[in-house]
């Protein structure tokens, strides 16, 4: 059984940072390709950003420069910096081993002054 747990969310100010980490579980060894989503109020799930095995990343333009994902693969933890936010990065930020259908419960984030 497959286990996300994300962490790290909250109310920061517009300008400030937050990093939420992501604990996977479970048989995850075929599993190369680890994800951030969101989710903001009233729009559909999008890409954030994604880290290979190898390290090799991808961000969406959005958060190009300003976020930063991570990974350590012998305790299967992810993280994603998250620097100079906006208001527009208000969303529930999820976890997933892309391709597959394992998510993590979410962590909500808010910008707002």
């Known amino acids: 059984q497959v286990q996300l747990v994300e962490s790290g969310g909250g109310l920061v100010q517009p300008g400030g940072s937050l990093r939420l980490s992501c604990s996977m579980s479970?048989?995850?060894?075929?599993?190369?390709?680890m994800a951030w989503y969101r989710r903001a109020p009233g729009k559909q799930r999008e890409f954030v950003a994604a880290?290979?095995?190898?390290?090799?990343?991808n961000y969406a333009e959005s958060v190009k420069g300003r976020f930063t994902v991570s990974r350590n693969n012998f305790n299967n933890t992810m993280w994603l910096q998250m620097n100079s936010l906006k208001p527009e990065d208000t969303a529930v930020y999820y976890c997933?081993?892309?391709?597959?259908?394992?998510w993590g419960q979410g962590t909500q984030v808010t910008v707002s002054s």
């Open positions: 880290i290979a095995s190898g390290r090799a990343t």
């Open positions: 997933n081993l892309q391709g597959t259908n394992f």
């Open positions: 479970g048989f995850i060894a075929n599993y190369d390709v």
